[in-house]
């Protein structure tokens, strides 16, 4: 059964960081695409960032330069490191097996002073 549960969201000031980890099950992760996505309040879910088997990356223009996503094949978890938070970075984060179109439950995070 295929599993994806992330972690690590919460309250953070404008021009904080946090960092979100998604751990997987119930496939063979290595092989996969990952990729998050999110949604504000009001709003449609909008994808983030994806990181393929071989590490490539690729980027919202919205969080280039500012989010990094990547990857523990050992640890079967894709993580994404937030830098520079800003108050319109306030939503859901949601991971994804692209794959198989799995997603895990989400994990709030809020920037906010």
């Known amino acids: 059964q295929v599993q994806l549960v992330e972690s690590g969201g919460g309250l953070v000031q404008p021009g904080g960081s946090l960092r979100l980890s998604c751990a997987a099950s119930?496939?063979?992760?290595?092989?996969?695409?990952m990729a998050w996505y999110r949604q504000a309040p009001g709003k449609q879910r909008e994808w983030v960032a994806t990181?393929?088997?071989?590490?490539?990356?690729t980027y919202a223009d919205s969080v280039k330069g500012r989010f990094t996503i990547s990857r523990d094949n050992a640890k079967n978890t894709v993580y994404l490191q937030m830098n520079s938070l800003k108050p319109e970075d306030t939503a859901v984060y949601y991971c994804?097996?692209?794959?198989?179109?799995?997603w895990g439950q989400g994990t709030q995070v809020t920037v906010s002073s």
């Open positions: 994804k097996n692209v794959e198989n179109g799995y």
């Open positions: 119930g496939s063979i992760f290595r092989l996969n695409v």
């Open positions: 990181i393929v088997p071989g590490g490539s990356t």
